[in-house]
Protein backbone atom coordinates (compact mmCIF):
# COMPACT_ATOMS: atom_id res chain seq x y z
CA UNK A 1 0.00 0.00 0.00
CA UNK A 2 1.23 3.32 -0.99
CA UNK A 3 1.30 6.48 1.19
CA UNK A 4 1.25 9.91 0.06
CA UNK A 5 2.51 12.77 1.97
CA UNK A 6 1.93 17.02 1.65
CA UNK A 7 4.55 17.03 -0.52
CA UNK A 8 3.29 14.75 -2.73
CA UNK A 9 -0.06 15.41 -3.29
CA UNK A 10 1.30 18.81 -4.03
CA UNK A 11 3.85 17.55 -6.95
CA UNK A 12 1.16 15.14 -8.34
CA UNK A 13 -1.90 17.96 -8.58
CA UNK A 14 -0.34 21.12 -10.28
CA UNK A 15 -3.73 23.72 -10.38
CA UNK A 16 -4.11 23.80 -14.01
CA UNK A 17 -3.90 19.88 -14.41
CA UNK A 18 -5.88 19.46 -11.40
CA UNK A 19 -8.84 21.72 -12.99
CA UNK A 20 -8.56 19.77 -16.37
CA UNK A 21 -8.86 16.59 -14.13
CA UNK A 22 -12.12 17.94 -12.41
CA UNK A 23 -13.70 18.98 -15.95
CA UNK A 24 -13.45 15.67 -17.27
CA UNK A 25 -13.61 13.50 -14.21
CA UNK A 26 -17.27 15.15 -12.98
CA UNK A 27 -18.42 14.01 -16.80
CA UNK A 28 -17.54 10.49 -15.84
CA UNK A 29 -19.89 7.72 -13.94
CA UNK A 30 -19.13 7.55 -9.92
CA UNK A 31 -21.43 6.81 -6.84
CA UNK A 32 -21.36 9.81 -4.61
CA UNK A 33 -23.74 8.88 -1.07
CA UNK A 34 -24.69 11.34 1.44
CA UNK A 35 -21.63 12.54 3.21
CA UNK A 36 -22.13 11.26 6.96
CA UNK A 37 -21.99 14.03 9.62
CA UNK A 38 -20.96 14.04 13.27
CA UNK A 39 -20.59 16.69 16.35
CA UNK A 40 -18.85 14.77 19.19
CA UNK A 41 -18.42 17.42 21.14
CA UNK A 42 -21.95 19.13 20.42
CA UNK A 43 -20.65 22.42 19.17
CA UNK A 44 -18.88 23.95 16.26
CA UNK A 45 -16.75 21.13 15.48
CA UNK A 46 -17.49 18.34 13.16
CA UNK A 47 -16.37 15.34 11.61
CA UNK A 48 -17.49 13.91 8.56
CA UNK A 49 -17.21 10.43 6.41
CA UNK A 50 -17.06 11.11 2.66
CA UNK A 51 -17.03 8.04 0.49
CA UNK A 52 -17.26 8.00 -3.52
CA UNK A 53 -16.59 5.04 -5.84
CA UNK A 54 -16.46 3.91 -9.45
CA UNK A 55 -17.65 0.34 -10.02
CA UNK A 56 -14.75 -2.22 -10.51
CA UNK A 57 -12.38 0.77 -10.15
CA UNK A 58 -11.63 2.41 -7.13
CA UNK A 59 -12.90 3.63 -4.15
CA UNK A 60 -12.21 6.58 -1.77
CA UNK A 61 -13.34 7.22 1.89
CA UNK A 62 -12.11 10.59 3.39
CA UNK A 63 -12.27 10.84 7.25
CA UNK A 64 -12.23 15.09 7.85
CA UNK A 65 -12.58 16.81 10.94
CA UNK A 66 -13.09 20.56 10.96
CA UNK A 67 -12.47 22.49 14.26
CA UNK A 68 -12.89 26.28 13.79
CA UNK A 69 -10.99 26.93 17.19
CA UNK A 70 -8.01 25.86 15.86
CA UNK A 71 -7.74 29.33 13.57
CA UNK A 72 -7.66 31.47 17.48
CA UNK A 73 -4.68 29.34 18.07
CA UNK A 74 -2.87 29.29 14.57
CA UNK A 75 -3.54 26.12 13.62
CA UNK A 76 -5.66 24.60 10.53
CA UNK A 77 -9.79 24.46 11.25
CA UNK A 78 -9.75 21.45 8.55
CA UNK A 79 -7.68 18.06 8.84
CA UNK A 80 -8.32 15.15 6.92
CA UNK A 81 -7.31 11.35 6.38
CA UNK A 82 -7.90 9.94 2.08
CA UNK A 83 -7.94 6.58 1.79
CA UNK A 84 -8.18 4.38 -1.53
CA UNK A 85 -9.73 1.17 -2.15
CA UNK A 86 -9.70 -1.14 -5.29
CA UNK A 87 -12.96 -2.17 -6.38
CA UNK A 88 -11.58 -5.28 -8.03
CA UNK A 89 -9.82 -7.33 -4.87
CA UNK A 90 -11.34 -4.59 -2.11
CA UNK A 91 -7.21 -4.33 -1.09
CA UNK A 92 -6.45 -0.78 0.15
CA UNK A 93 -4.24 1.14 -2.42
CA UNK A 94 -3.37 4.08 -1.05
CA UNK A 95 -3.31 6.25 2.26
CA UNK A 96 -3.30 9.89 1.33
CA UNK A 97 -2.68 13.10 3.24
CA UNK A 98 -6.58 14.06 3.02
CA UNK A 99 -6.39 17.88 4.10
CA UNK A 100 -3.72 18.70 1.24
CA UNK A 101 -5.97 16.82 -1.30
CA UNK A 102 -9.16 18.53 0.38
CA UNK A 103 -7.70 21.99 0.13
CA UNK A 104 -6.27 21.76 -3.84
CA UNK A 105 -9.59 20.31 -4.99
CA UNK A 106 -11.72 22.89 -3.20
CA UNK A 107 -9.51 25.42 -4.69
CA UNK A 108 -9.10 23.98 -7.90
CA UNK A 109 -13.11 23.35 -7.69
CA UNK A 110 -14.08 27.11 -7.09
CA UNK A 111 -10.67 28.33 -10.26
CA UNK A 112 -12.90 26.01 -12.43
CA UNK A 113 -16.38 27.99 -11.64
CA UNK A 114 -14.21 31.25 -11.80
CA UNK A 115 -13.24 30.25 -15.36
CA UNK A 116 -16.54 29.06 -16.25
CA UNK A 117 -18.59 32.44 -14.87
CA UNK A 118 -16.22 35.14 -14.62
CA UNK A 119 -15.93 38.25 -16.80
CA UNK A 120 -13.22 37.81 -19.46
CA UNK A 121 -12.03 40.91 -18.52
CA UNK A 122 -11.30 40.38 -15.01
CA UNK A 123 -8.43 42.00 -13.40
CA UNK A 124 -8.69 42.08 -9.43
CA UNK A 125 -8.74 38.14 -7.55
CA UNK A 126 -9.79 38.94 -4.32
CA UNK A 127 -9.37 36.31 -1.48
CA UNK A 128 -11.30 36.94 2.06
CA UNK A 129 -10.07 34.60 4.78
CA UNK A 130 -6.69 34.15 6.15
CA UNK A 131 -6.84 30.15 7.36
CA UNK A 132 -5.76 27.57 5.28
CA UNK A 133 -7.34 27.88 1.97
CA UNK A 134 -6.55 31.41 1.52
CA UNK A 135 -2.88 30.41 -0.49
CA UNK A 136 -4.31 27.34 -2.13
CA UNK A 137 -7.22 29.56 -3.69
CA UNK A 138 -4.85 32.05 -4.63
CA UNK A 139 -2.36 29.73 -6.19
CA UNK A 140 -5.12 28.14 -8.22
CA UNK A 141 -7.18 31.50 -9.41
CA UNK A 142 -3.54 32.89 -10.45
CA UNK A 143 -2.20 29.39 -12.07
CA UNK A 144 -5.20 29.57 -14.47
CA UNK A 145 -6.56 32.52 -14.88
CA UNK A 146 -4.95 36.00 -15.56
CA UNK A 147 -5.39 39.00 -12.90
CA UNK A 148 -3.38 42.02 -12.69
CA UNK A 149 -4.08 42.68 -8.51
CA UNK A 150 -4.53 39.91 -6.09
CA UNK A 151 -5.83 41.38 -3.19
CA UNK A 152 -6.43 39.63 0.28
CA UNK A 153 -8.69 40.73 2.96
CA UNK A 154 -8.56 39.20 7.23
CA UNK A 155 -10.77 40.96 9.95
CA UNK A 156 -7.08 41.08 11.41
CA UNK A 157 -4.91 42.77 9.14
CA UNK A 158 -1.75 41.32 10.51
CA UNK A 159 -3.28 37.90 9.62
CA UNK A 160 -3.45 38.67 5.98
CA UNK A 161 0.11 40.47 6.09
CA UNK A 162 1.35 36.83 6.93
CA UNK A 163 -0.79 35.28 3.76
CA UNK A 164 0.70 37.85 1.89
CA UNK A 165 4.36 36.53 3.12
CA UNK A 166 3.91 33.47 2.19
CA UNK A 167 2.11 33.99 -1.48
CA UNK A 168 5.04 36.31 -2.15
CA UNK A 169 7.85 33.45 -1.07
CA UNK A 170 5.90 31.56 -4.14
CA UNK A 171 6.72 34.15 -6.59
CA UNK A 172 3.05 35.58 -6.37
CA UNK A 173 2.64 39.23 -5.72
CA UNK A 174 0.00 40.31 -3.34
CA UNK A 175 -1.63 42.53 -1.81
CA UNK A 176 -2.92 42.86 2.23
CA UNK A 177 -6.56 44.54 2.54
CA UNK A 178 -7.60 45.49 6.33
CA UNK A 179 -11.45 47.49 5.12
CA UNK A 180 -13.82 44.53 3.26
CA UNK A 181 -15.97 47.44 1.52
CA UNK A 182 -12.79 48.74 -0.08
CA UNK A 183 -11.64 45.70 -1.30
CA UNK A 184 -14.90 44.47 -3.01
CA UNK A 185 -14.86 47.70 -4.73
CA UNK A 186 -11.76 46.94 -6.28
CA UNK A 187 -12.58 43.58 -7.17
CA UNK A 188 -13.36 41.10 -9.91
CA UNK A 189 -13.54 37.47 -8.63
CA UNK A 190 -13.70 36.97 -4.89
CA UNK A 191 -13.29 33.75 -3.47
CA UNK A 192 -14.40 33.77 0.46
CA UNK A 193 -13.09 31.10 2.55
CA UNK A 194 -13.89 31.44 6.14
CA UNK A 195 -15.40 29.28 9.37
CA UNK A 196 -18.22 32.09 9.95
CA UNK A 197 -21.31 31.74 11.43
CA UNK A 198 -22.68 35.14 10.87
CA UNK A 199 -22.82 36.98 7.64
CA UNK A 200 -20.57 39.73 6.98
CA UNK A 201 -20.08 39.85 2.96
CA UNK A 202 -23.06 42.84 2.16
CA UNK A 203 -25.25 42.30 -0.40
CA UNK A 204 -25.15 46.12 -1.07
CA UNK A 205 -21.05 46.04 -1.38
CA UNK A 206 -20.89 44.24 -4.52
CA UNK A 207 -20.71 45.84 -7.38
CA UNK A 208 -22.17 44.84 -10.68
CA UNK A 209 -20.25 41.89 -13.04
CA UNK A 210 -18.62 40.69 -9.70
CA UNK A 211 -17.51 36.35 -9.43
CA UNK A 212 -18.62 35.27 -6.03
CA UNK A 213 -16.79 31.77 -4.38
CA UNK A 214 -18.68 31.34 -1.18
CA UNK A 215 -16.41 28.19 0.05
CA UNK A 216 -16.44 28.22 3.89
CA UNK A 217 -20.36 28.12 4.86
CA UNK A 218 -21.00 24.05 4.63
CA UNK A 219 -24.09 23.90 7.21
CA UNK A 220 -27.20 25.44 7.19
CA UNK A 221 -25.98 27.58 10.33
CA UNK A 222 -23.01 28.87 8.82
CA UNK A 223 -23.23 32.07 6.50
CA UNK A 224 -19.97 34.29 4.85
CA UNK A 225 -22.80 36.19 3.16
CA UNK A 226 -25.83 38.34 3.49
CA UNK A 227 -28.84 35.62 2.02
CA UNK A 228 -30.37 38.97 0.08
CA UNK A 229 -26.98 38.32 -2.36
CA UNK A 230 -27.91 35.33 -3.52
CA UNK A 231 -31.53 36.83 -4.36
CA UNK A 232 -29.60 39.13 -6.47
CA UNK A 233 -27.47 36.99 -8.24
CA UNK A 234 -27.09 34.36 -10.76
CA UNK A 235 -26.53 31.13 -8.81
CA UNK A 236 -24.28 28.22 -9.17
CA UNK A 237 -23.57 25.18 -7.01
CA UNK A 238 -20.88 22.90 -6.87
CA UNK A 239 -23.12 19.72 -6.04
CA UNK A 240 -26.88 20.96 -6.55
CA UNK A 241 -28.28 18.50 -3.74
CA UNK A 242 -25.75 19.21 -1.25
CA UNK A 243 -26.04 23.10 -1.48
CA UNK A 244 -30.13 22.50 -1.31
CA UNK A 245 -29.31 20.54 1.92
CA UNK A 246 -26.45 23.03 3.48
CA UNK A 247 -24.83 25.50 1.69
CA UNK A 248 -25.11 28.01 4.30
CA UNK A 249 -26.41 30.99 2.50
CA UNK A 250 -28.31 29.18 -0.07
CA UNK A 251 -30.30 26.98 2.61
CA UNK A 252 -31.40 30.54 4.61
CA UNK A 253 -32.51 32.13 1.74
CA UNK A 254 -34.55 29.27 0.69
CA UNK A 255 -35.88 29.53 4.26
CA UNK A 256 -36.39 33.39 4.11
CA UNK A 257 -38.60 32.80 0.85
CA UNK A 258 -36.04 34.95 -0.81
CA UNK A 259 -35.21 31.92 -3.56
CA UNK A 260 -36.11 28.92 -4.64
CA UNK A 261 -34.47 25.19 -5.09
CA UNK A 262 -34.86 25.63 -8.86
CA UNK A 263 -33.17 29.14 -8.76
CA UNK A 264 -29.79 27.21 -9.15
CA UNK A 265 -29.29 27.80 -12.78
CA UNK A 266 -26.15 24.61 -12.70
CA UNK A 267 -23.88 22.47 -10.96
CA UNK A 268 -19.90 22.23 -11.66
CA UNK A 269 -20.83 18.93 -13.94
CA UNK A 270 -23.19 21.06 -15.86
CA UNK A 271 -20.90 23.40 -16.16
CA UNK A 272 -18.11 21.89 -17.23
CA UNK A 273 -20.23 20.26 -19.39
CA UNK A 274 -21.35 22.59 -21.08
CA UNK A 275 -17.77 24.69 -21.50
CA UNK A 276 -18.41 26.62 -24.57
CA UNK A 277 -22.04 28.41 -23.26
CA UNK A 278 -21.49 31.83 -21.92
CA UNK A 279 -23.74 31.52 -18.95
CA UNK A 280 -23.55 35.11 -17.36
CA UNK A 281 -26.85 36.89 -18.52
CA UNK A 282 -24.65 40.19 -19.25
CA UNK A 283 -21.72 41.75 -17.84
CA UNK A 284 -23.18 43.28 -15.24
CA UNK A 285 -24.63 40.40 -13.40
CA UNK A 286 -23.22 39.00 -10.05
CA UNK A 287 -22.35 35.15 -10.78
CA UNK A 288 -22.18 33.27 -6.89
CA UNK A 289 -20.78 29.65 -6.92
CA UNK A 290 -21.99 28.03 -3.60
CA UNK A 291 -19.11 25.13 -2.68
CA UNK A 292 -20.33 22.77 0.21
CA UNK A 293 -17.55 20.06 -1.13
CA UNK A 294 -18.37 16.76 -2.40
CA UNK A 295 -16.80 13.36 -2.46
CA UNK A 296 -16.59 13.32 -6.31
CA UNK A 297 -14.17 15.95 -6.10
CA UNK A 298 -11.66 13.74 -3.62
CA UNK A 299 -11.96 10.82 -5.66
CA UNK A 300 -10.76 12.76 -8.96
CA UNK A 301 -7.79 14.53 -7.08
CA UNK A 302 -7.35 11.15 -5.77
CA UNK A 303 -6.82 9.34 -8.85
CA UNK A 304 -5.02 12.06 -10.79
CA UNK A 305 -2.10 11.22 -7.66
CA UNK A 306 -2.35 7.52 -8.60
CA UNK A 307 -2.10 8.26 -12.21
CA UNK A 308 1.08 10.71 -11.21
CA UNK A 309 2.86 7.82 -9.23
CA UNK A 310 2.83 5.40 -11.87
Known amino acids: MKHFDMKAIQTALPYPLLVDALAQGLQQFA??????????NQDASCVMIMPAWRPHQMMGVKLVSVWPENNAKGESAVSAVYVLISCLDGRPLAVLDGTELTLRRTAAAAALAAKRLARENSETLAVLGTGSLSVPLVQAHTDTMRFKNVLVWGRQFYK???VVNQLRELGI?????????KTLAMSDVVAVATTATEPFL???WVRPGTHISLVGAFTPQMAEAEPGLIS????????RASVLEKGGEVFQAIEQGLVLDSDIIADLAELTAQSDR???????????FKSVGFALLDLIAAELVIKASR
Open 31 to 40: ETPARSFFSP
Open 160 to 162: AQL
Open 232 to 239: KSQLFADC
Open 173 to 181: EVRAMGDLH
Open 278 to 288: SWRHDAQAITV
Open 202 to 204: KAA
